[in-house]
């Protein structure tokens, strides 16, 4: 019952709120950087690479092989900015009161989301780089929706996005650092994140 375990993990319909964060995307889109199709795929593509790779998904695997406390605050204390912060803290306290509910033990005070989500993998026996591979999807399919909402992009556009990005998944998930080469170095999400935390007129949360 594995699989259909993390496809409940990874779908859309889990009750954390991740629909309503755009990660600095929308703030890309208001700066101009993103304005299209091209731009939008060239933006998920290096956050993806760059940050979610080399930072969360090295996060998410060595919680699922042994969740710790510091790693989890280590891994709040990487968020640049106070709306990236309040988003991984807002949704991974969701997911852990959904996996109380759940019969899933939460053994982490105030869970980022990595790790909420290492601790149902943990606890449903999931296989660890599948695991990685849809967690890197789920944030990839509401990236996508977002800039399809806020470009704003048509559907047929978003899927071949999808479709392009999500073959690079799997490798992405095979990318194992030493603790010291974890890296979440993207200034320009950083700073564009923290001009959303004051735009005027928004649609995402983040």
Request: proline share 5%.
């Given at each position: 019952?594995?699989?259909?375990?993390?496809?409940?993990?990874?779908?859309?319909?889990?009750?954390?709120?991740?629909?309503?964060?755009?990660?600095?995307?929308?703030?890309?889109?208001?700066?101009?950087?993103?304005?299209?199709?091209?731009?939008?795929?060239?933006?998920?593509?290096?956050?993806?690479?760059?940050?979610?790779?080399?930072?969360?998904?090295?996060?998410?695997?060595?919680?699922?092989?042994?969740?710790?406390?510091?790693?989890?605050?280590?891994?709040?204390?990487t968020r640049e900015t106070a709306e990236l912060r309040a988003e991984t803290l807002q949704m991974g306290q969701s997911l852990a009161r959904l996996l109380a509910d759940l019969g899933?033990?939460?053994?982490?005070?105030?869970?980022?989301?990595?790790?909420?989500?290492?601790?149902?993998?943990?606890?449903?026996?999931?296989?660890?780089?599948?695991?990685?591979?849809?967690?890197?999807?789920?944030?990839?399919?509401?990236?996508?929706?977002?800039?399809?909402?806020?470009?704003?992009?048509?559907?047929?556009?978003?899927?071949?996005?999808?479709?392009?990005?999500?073959?690079?998944?799997?490798?992405?998930?095979?990318?194992?650092?030493?603790?010291?080469?974890?890296?979440?170095?993207?200034?320009?999400?950083?700073?564009?994140?923290?001009?959303?935390?004051?735009?005027?007129?928004?649609?995402?949360?983040?």
């Amino acid at each position: 019952m594995s699989l259909p375990r993390l496809l409940q993990l990874a779908s859309p319909t889990l009750p954390v709120g991740a629909y309503s964060y755009s990660q600095g995307l929308e703030a890309a889109i208001e700066a101009g950087y993103v304005k299209d199709a091209v731009s939008a795929q060239g933006w998920i593509d290096d956050v993806l690479e760059l940050s979610m790779a080399r930072m969360e998904a090295q996060v998410l695997r060595a919680q699922i092989n042994g969740p710790t406390q510091e790693r989890n605050d280590f891994f709040v204390a990487t968020r640049e900015t106070a709306e990236l912060r309040a988003e991984t803290l807002q949704m991974g306290q969701s997911l852990a009161r959904l996996l109380a509910d759940l019969g899933v033990p939460v053994a982490i005070e105030e869970p980022a989301f990595p790790t909420a989500f290492a601790l149902a993998v943990r606890h449903w026996n999931i296989e660890p780089h599948e695991a990685v591979v849809a967690y890197l999807w789920s944030w990839l399919e509401n990236q996508v929706m977002a800039a399809i909402k806020a470009v704003p992009l048509g559907q047929t556009a978003g899927q071949k996005m999808l479709l392009s990005l999500g073959d690079r998944l799997g490798a992405l998930a095979d990318l194992h650092l030493a603790e010291a080469a974890w890296s979440n170095f993207t200034p320009g999400l950083a700073y564009l994140s923290s001009q959303h935390e004051t735009q005027y007129s928004r649609l995402f949360r983040s």
